[in-house]
T-cell receptor, first 112, second 113 residues
């Protein structure tokens, strides 16, 4: 079973601060996704990273896939209250059927 | 492009009863996955259907079963409901060739009393 560990579990910051959340595993993933989920809603896909060392940017969000494809990070610059939510990483294994594994998530609150 | 829809949005059932949850996949997507999301957890994979065949199953008992129809919509059936089955149930659709990218519906919140 592939496990994804996310840290920190909770994060409470002021508007304008920077933050980084981490997603780690002992397993290699063929790809990794980041989602954001708001209360009472389903997760919304933010990005997919596929290549080791890959960096993708989405406005103030920067996503990085580790060189060994076992870990990933999400960095938010100048956080805003609209960034509040549960950030989830999910990975798929190498080859074969894709059975997604989700981390427990990082719950972010950005205070105005 | 129509997104993923789920029905009903909320449901209250009694222990021992059976329930059916429904999901319409995003237009063009042929794969549907179902998840249970316990409080404070990420979504837990129940099973996945690709072109009407079960394509993988998580660690859930056989009383959790599913169907996918020719139009790629799907049902999740749970028999002999237990109190611990109370949770939001999420449906996600994807294209098999890019199956890693899941597009989620809003969920069905099931309460078992």
């Amino acid at each position: 079973t592939q496990l994804l560990e996310q840290s920190p579990q909770f994060l409470s910051i002021q508007e304008g601060e920077n933050l980084t959340v981490y997603c780690n595993s002992s397993s290699v993933f063929s790809s990794l996704q980041w989602y954001r989920q708001e209360p009472g809603e389903g997760p919304v896909l933010l990005v997919t990273v596929v290549t080791g060392g890959e960096v993708k940017k989405l406005k103030r969000l920067t996503f990085q896939f580790g060189d060994a494809r076992k870990d990933s990070s999400l960095h938010i610059t100048a956080a805003q209250p609209g960034d509040t939510g549960l950030y989830l990483c999910a990975g798929g294994g190498p080859g074969g059927s894709y059975i997604p594994t989700f981390g427990r998530g990082t719950s972010l609150i950005v205070h105005p | 492009e129509t997104g993923v829809t789920q029905s009903p949005t909320h449901l209250i059932k009694t222990r021992g009863q059976q329930v059916t949850l429904r999901c319409s996949s995003q237009s063009g997507h042929n794969t549907v996955s179902w998840y249970q999301q316990a409080l404070g957890q990420g979504p837990q994979f129940i099973f996945q259907y690709y072109r009407e065949e079960e394509n993988g199953r998580g660690n859930f008992p056989p009383r959790f079963s599913g169907l996918q129809f020719p139009n790629y919509s799907s049902e999740l059936n749970v028999n002999a409901l237990e109190l611990d089955d109370s949770a939001p149930y999420l449906c996600a659709s994807s294209l098999a060739r890019r199956g890693a990218e899941q597009y989620f519906g809003p969920g069905t919140r099931l309460t078992v009393t």
